[in-house]
């Protein structure tokens, strides 16, 4: 954890390659050749900023995600592929109230907006969202619109306390 970004709490970067090796599933040929996997970069970052007022902090989030490196080159088999603007996610959360029990969530999903509410009550956990999953191969031509609610019963632990900057004490 670091602080890349100036006036940040905290800051990690993260790079991800998913299938790597593109198997083709070649012991499996019994019904039919099934589709090979498909090789895929993702690249993200994640920083946390101070909060003011009611938010604990502000928690803002980047990635470029799936990028295709060979391997399956099959849309309709998974393949990634159409514009740029598919593969770039970001947004923000703004934990609200004093220990963050209320999550509201704004963001940029594949092309489209996308947003969230969540509570966060110690015994139980209700999250709603709404994004859009883009059907054609650029944003904004066939955008499939879906909601998600989740509910989760339970003691979930301690409650994570927001971060705080760590002040150097000063020499003697």
């Known amino acids: 954890e670091y602080n890349y970004i100036p006036g940040s709490l905290v800051s990690r970067v993260s790079l991800s390659l998913n299938n790597i090796v ?5 012991i499996s040929i019994a ?11 993702s690249l993200g970052a994640y920083t946390v900023f101070p ?10 989030l980047f990635d470029l995600a799936e990028f295709g490196l060979g391997g399956e080159s099959d849309p309709h ?18 934990p609200l109230f004093d220990g963050g029990w209320v999550i ?8 489209a907006i996308s947003a969230g509410l ?3 009550l110690r015994m139980l956990k209700l999250e709603f969202a709404t994004y859009a999953e883009e059907m054609a191969s650029a944003p904004g031509r066939l955008p499939n619109r879906r909601f998600q609610l989740t509910l ?8 994570i306390p927001p971060i705080v900057p760590v002040v150097p004490k000063p020499a003697k």
């Open 118 to 120: 969540g509570f966060d």
């Open 22 to 26: 593109g198997s083709n599933f070649p």
């Open 31 to 41: 019904g039919g050749k099934p589709p090979a996997l498909t090789r895929m970069l």
């Open 104 to 111: 509201p969530r704004l963001g940029f999903y594949r092309g």
């Open 77 to 94: 088999l998974g393949a990634r592929g159409g514009s740029v603007w598919k593969h770039v996610n970001f947004g923000a959360e703004f």
């Open 51 to 60: 909060g003011w007022e009611f938010i604990d902090n502000v928690h803002v």
């Open 152 to 159: 989760a019963l339970g003691d979930s632990g301690e409650h």
